[in-house]
């Protein structure tokens, strides 16, 4: 007999798909010969804990290491062929930069030398699906319902910056460790699973029988067997958000293909028919990301988090800001196939995964960027724990590269077309093809610094406070794209010193400092010379450069010349914004966001520079030292008068003028209300 892996029925030998679901049919787990054997040599299997329509997880034990692992074996049929096999390496080894604490970590990957069926090694969890948290609950509290979306888009975003597209997300798919591991800390598997399936046939949704990815999680472009982007994903995680709030998917039907339809042609009941007193607010992030044209959904994971973040905020729902520390990784060995596996060939691309033409515009800023973690270890929202802390190296960064299997989870791209039956408390993922690149246990280092030789001195001096320090280099300052106008032209190689940069604009506390201190006159915007109460974290506005220059000259720094301030913004990457090359509404506070106003400085911590330096793009727009001058080799032509430059745009100000290259000027005596400025200091030698 075979038995379905995904409505668990017996079924008779000589069928090759459930007639029920179209799941691919193999032996039953009874009939399983590998339990109780050694495979490829060195892992003993104990028992099967997961099946999918692509192969099995079984428990085994590394004989050689004595550790418990999770072993996913592909099905024979599709570990002899080449071109399969051909192309599982190459997803794996793209999938292989994800690098992120809530996504699995994968130890091996080989192909058995006896059988020639193709494994990988992962983790084996502890812990809990989703999928079982919401059954046993009904649905979730709002503030749990936070911590598994927020970090669950977390590991799903860093995918999508890697060009990978998960495909199969659904609540199998996600793990919520157990108090061993840190109580709520959430791991998300099989990453990039249905992209495996596009294999000769498209991205359809039934290949010779088989569904690619789950109905009731799949979105209306992946039932239409259209090409997919990041927003699929979203539509997944909303359907996910859905199911955890109400204790319901959205659509439901006899069949997959009843599904499917109403995927594409109905609206999803709202939340409030389903839970009592659902918050409007938070109902209208969950139905914007179940919209039916993807435009309309959040551009990004991260947004989505975010939306639902803020939602809870204004429905007065109370809730604990999450610390997300993350678990303690215990040093797992990495085979010698693993290691080699990973390494690039001659003439091969590291990243292959290609865009669709239709959605070029929209994946030209996503793929082509990797968002950094801000040097400090770990994603954005993780704190790294003490030991890891402790083993950071405070100087020159290396090469930005993990070392160690087990200290981040990865991912690929595959097919899953089912999914697992999961004992409870061992919970494995079931990726297709995933491959770590590195050979020892480390720690992570940012990419974010430029690469500067460090110059060894008896005594380093303090960093003032407020300030970061900004090591010097040499960068293109300048843009050359075409259509850019030509006072923003050439980019020009130009070489700063080390220098000292305010963390932060000046602020309305720290400027009224200096009114009081010296008379000197307030921003005429001020009420009786004070600033509006509640205002005081806010940048200062409303201050001309002569202002600026008071300022500073006060507090015993000066304001950053031009090419410190444009080199603190995009360092020797040259990024075309402070964060990196794509743009997302959630890094800046500009026209996009649509605040029309400032903000406190440091509120979009997601946006900061590489040398950490906040509010480069947005918020307020930044006085610098220079007076305007075309740069050398330019076409433009001298300004008749003087004027002073100003940088960084403000929240009026929208993205497309939001890059690291945009100039602005104006007379040394303009103010206005989304103006203002921040310091530098030069660096005693």
């Not at 039956?421 to 491959?435: E, G, P, Q």
Request: proline share 7%.
């Amino acid at each position: 007999m075979k038995q379905c892996p995904s409505c668990n029925r017996e079924l008779k030998d000589q069928l090759l798909y459930c007639p029920y679901d179209g799941q691919a049919l193999f032996d039953s787990p009874q009939q399983d010969r590998l339990i109780g054997t050694m495979f490829d040599d060195k892992y003993r299997i104990e028992e099967m804990i997961g099946e999918g329509g692509m192969g099995r997880v079984y428990r085994a034990t590394h004989i050689h290491m004595d550790s418990i692992v999770a072993i996913k074996i592909l099905h024979h049929h599709l570990s002899s062929d080449r071109m399969m096999l051909e192309r599982f390496r190459r997803e794996a080894r793209a999938a292989a930069h994800i690098r992120h604490p809530n996504a699995i970590a994968v130890t091996d990957f080989g192909v058995a030398k006896d059988t020639g069926t193709a494994y990988i090694v992962m983790e084996l969890l502890e812990g809990v699906q989703l999928k079982e948290r919401i059954k046993q609950l009904g649905c979730l509290e709002y503030e749990e319902a936070l911590q598994v979306i927020h970090q669950t888009c977390q590991a799903v975003h860093a995918a999508h910056m890697k060009g990978i597209i998960h495909r199969d997300l659904k609540p199998d798919n996600i793990c919520i460790l157990n108090s061993e591991r840190g109580f709520g800390f959430v791991k998300v598997l099989d990453f990039g699973i249905a992209k495996l399936g596009n294999y000769g046939a498209g991205n359809t949704l039934t290949q010779q029988g088989t569904i690619v990815g789950t109905p009731y999680y799949m979105s209306p472009e992946q039932c239409r067997g259209e090409p997919l982007d990041p927003r699929s994903d979203i539509y997944s995680l909303g359907v996910i958000l859905y199911e955890m709030l109400t204790g319901e998917v959205p659509f439901r039907a006899s069949t997959p293909m009843g599904i499917a339809h109403k995927h594409i042609f109905e609206q999803p009941r709202p939340l409030s028919l389903l839970r009592a007193s659902m918050p409007r607010p938070i109902e209208d992030v969950v139905l914007r990301a179940l919209e039916k044209t993807r435009e309309k959904r959040q551009e990004t994971a991260l947004q989505l988090a975010q939306e639902f973040e803020n939602a809870l905020v204004s429905a007065g729902i109370e809730f604990k800001r999450q610390e997300h520390n993350t678990p303690q990784w215990m040093s797992m060995p990495t085979s010698d196939s693993f290691s080699e596996a990973n390494s690039p060939r001659k003439g091969e691309q590291e990243h292959p995964f290609t865009p669709s033409s239709e959605h070029a515009s929209y994946e030209k800023s996503l793929y082509e960027e990797t968002i950094p973690s801000g040097g400090h270890g770990l994603s954005s929202g993780f704190t790294p724990n003490p030991a890891e802390a402790s083993l950071r190296p405070t100087s020159t960064p290396v090469d930005g590269r993990v070392t160690g299997a087990a200290l981040a989870g990865v991912s690929t791209s595959g097919i899953e077309a089912s999914p697992f039956k999961s004992k409870a408390f061992l919970i494995a993922a079931v990726l297709l093809a995933v491959i770590l690149g590195a050979a020892a246990i480390g720690y992570y280092v940012s990419t974010r610094d430029p690469l500067v030789t460090e110059t060894k001195t008896t005594t380093p001096q303090p960093v003032p406070s407020g300030m970061v320090l900004v090591k010097g280099g040499t960068f293109r300052m300048g843009t050359d794209e075409p259509d850019a106008d030509p006072r923003y032209k050439p980019a020009h190689d130009v070489t700063v010193a080390d220098f000292y940069m305010d963390v932060y604009e000046v602020t309305n506390e720290e400027y009224y400092r200096f009114v009081k201190d010296t008379g000197h006159a307030p921003p005429p915007h001020w009420k009786n010379g004070v600033y509006e109460s509640g205002k005081g974290k806010l940048p200062v506005v409303n201050v001309s450069w002569f202002d600026a220059d008071d300022y500073a000259k006060w507090a015993k720094k000066r304001l950053p010349t031009e090419a410190e301030w444009e080199y603190a913004a995009r360092g020797t990457t040259n990024y075309i914004y402070p964060w990196g090359n794509g743009w997302y509404n959630l890094f800046s506070n500009s026209a996009e966001d649509g605040r029309n106003e400032p903000v406190e400085v440091g509120s979009y911590p997601r946006g900061k520079s590489w040398c950490d330096v906040y509010d480069l793009a947005g918020n307020v727009a930044e006085w610098v030292q220079d007076s305007y001058a075309p740069y050398p080799g330019s076409t433009a032509k001298p300004e008749t008068k003087s004027f002073w430059i100003y940088r960084g745009g403000a929240y009026p100000v929208p993205k497309k003028d939001l890059v690291t290259t945009k100039r602005w000027w104006d007379e040394p005596t303009f103010k206005d209300v989304w103006l203002g400025f921040r310091c530098a200091k030069d660096v005693e030698r």
